[in-house]
């Protein structure tokens, strides 16, 4: 249940942010959903109702999560030590290289190298178990 990220220890002193290859209209539907403080991903362009093929946005490229979670960082006073990054492939490889604490969540071979903790599960508790214990370590 997407509702136990917010029992995470940490969570009333920590801010949650997607960032997806995935579109908007499915980032800002579920943003409130699962209380994300932001959402960045891409963009269906549309005109008169109907799709139009073109795609734009925040996250296009493989440099883009990392891009962003760098700008994050510097606008939040937030150093990789006190970030959390989770992702699944490839293109969440630039937000690992800025990220302390690396989440290969049910993830390609290449991310799990990336990572230092690995959920085979789809199970986001845990993750929350896991950022527990290394809390504890």
Known sequence: DHRDLHSFPTRRSSD?????????????YFAPI????????????????????LVGGEMMFNTSKGEMLQTLQRIMKIAP?????????????????????????CA???L???????????????IIKKLVLLQHT
Do not use: W, Y
Request: aromatic residues 6%; glycine residues 10%; charged residues 20%.
């Open 81 to 105: 030590e006190n970030t959390i990054a989770i992702g699944d492939g490839a293109n969440d490889l630039s937000m690992f290289q800025h990220a302390s604490t690396r989440v290969a969540f």
């Open 34 to 53: 699962l209380g994300l403080d932001g959402d960045f991903s891409n963009t269906l362009h549309s005109k008169d109702g109907v799709l139009t093929g």
């Open 16 to 28: 949650l942010i997607c960032f997806s290859g995935g579109f908007k209209n499915a980032t800002s």
């Open 112 to 126: 799990k190298e990336a990572a230092n903790i690995i959920i085979e599960e789809k199970d986001l508790k845990l």
């Open 108 to 110: 390609k071979p290449i």
